[in-house]
Nanobody, 124 residues
């Protein structure tokens, strides 16, 4: 397992943007597929976006497609989630997760390392 630390959450108005970052330590970052998940109050945690270790495959939840962009910088051991056109329903705790040589980006149970989460609140 590796250690993950998210940052970049906060309070933003509807229509605004935020960029989340997740720094990975304790392992070779380029071996890990990375995912972003979120959990809203009273709801199950859900997949948001994922990027394969090779960078050649990206997937998004339908609810964020066209508004969010996931990317990775292997030199900085960091995965990013650029969020634009934010909506109140995007309010949640956002978690990044790592899956060594992961193939199934949207499958939560495949990820075995998780960050502590960062709060994103979108006001209407």
């Amino acid at each position: 397992q590796v250690q993950l630390a998210e940052s970049g959450g906060g309070l933003v108005q509807a229509g605004g943007s935020l960029r989340l970052s997740c720094v990975v330590s304790g392992g070779m970052f380029s071996m890990y597929s990375m995912g972003w998940f979120r959990q809203a109050p009273g709801k199950e945690r859900e997949f948001v976006a994922g990027i394969r270790y090779s960078g050649d495959s990206i997937d998004y939840a339908g609810s964020v497609k066209g508004r969010f962009t996931i990317s990775r910088d292997n030199a900085k051991n960091t995965v990013f989630l650029q969020m634009s056109s934010l909506k109140p329903e995007d309010t949640a705790v956002y978690y990044c997760a790592a899956d060594r040589w992961g193939q199934r980006l949207g499958v939560e149970k495949d990820y075995d390392s998780w960050g502590q989460g960062t709060q994103v609140t979108v006001s209407s």
